[in-house]
């Protein structure tokens, strides 16, 4: 049962350009969702969060949309960058700490 | 601030027998949580101990078995190896009970089992 699920196992953008990687759930009792950006060989590192009772949030060139009619979430990078290459994972939390992440997205930005 | 550690970096290791993986937690930070990440798949969470008691538990067998230390770092014991418990073992700290919902990961330790 795949409670948090990322579409999409790759995208391509050209540099300057706007990045948007999507991630759908399926648990309306989730009440954080948030973003980890991988390399190869290093843990994954946080990103953007954004609480349930939210719609947007913005960090920089990153944005986080929450659509929980929809039960999805967008992320937002512009412009993009080629150091922003990488494995995008979104996650849920569920109740008491506990992470659900989604399958993850490899992002590749081309200069 | 130290961020989070895991040792070793990788290690291989022959079907049935036992491991230890350890995680030092980023100073501050009072929850570790335990997550394997098979190839081309998401982290799957282990288990979480906060205050030395494991406190929440994924779909795993209980050879999988975990400790917290009063210094609040961790370690996750694998009885009776598998094929397929290869994979990837994060560990991730955080700060409970102050309204955040973050969790820091480390580099994670690579286990082969032949």
């Known amino acids: 049962d795949q409670q948090v699920k990322q579409n999409s196992p790759s995208l391509s953008v050209q540099e300057g350009r706007i990045s948007i990687l999507n991630c759908d759930y399926t648990n309306s009792m989730f009440d954080y969702f948030l973003w980890y950006k991988k390399y190869p060989a290093e843990g994954p590192t946080f990103l953007i969060s954004i609480s349930s009772i939210k719609d947007k949030n913005e960090d920089g060139r990153f944005t986080v949309f929450l659509n929980k009619s929809a039960k999805h979430l967008s992320l937002h990078i512009v412009p993009s960058q080629p150091g922003d290459s990488a494995v995008y994972f979104c996650a849920a939390e569920n109740q008491g700490g506990k992470l659900i992440f989604g399958q993850g997205t490899e992002l590749s930005v081309k200069p | 601030e130290t961020g989070v550690t895991q040792s070793p970096t990788r290690l291989i290791k022959t079907r049935g027998q036992q491991v230890t993986l350890r995680c030092s937690s980023q100073?501050?930070?009072?929850?570790v949580s335990w997550y394997q990440q098979a190839l081309g798949q998401g982290p799957q969470f282990i288990f979480q101990y906060y205050r030395e008691e494991e406190n929440g538990r994924g779909n795993f067998p209980p050879r999988f078995s975990g400790l917290q230390f009063p210094n609040y770092s961790s370690e996750l014991n694998v009885n009776a190896l598998e094929l397929d418990d290869s994979a990837l073992y994060l560990c991730?700290?955080?700060?409970?009970?102050?309204?955040?919902?973050?969790?820091?990961f480390g580099p994670g330790t690579r286990l082969t089992v032949t």
């Open positions: 991730a700290s955080s700060m409970r009970g102050q309204g955040s919902y973050e969790q820091y």
């Open positions: 100073s501050g930070h009072n929850t």
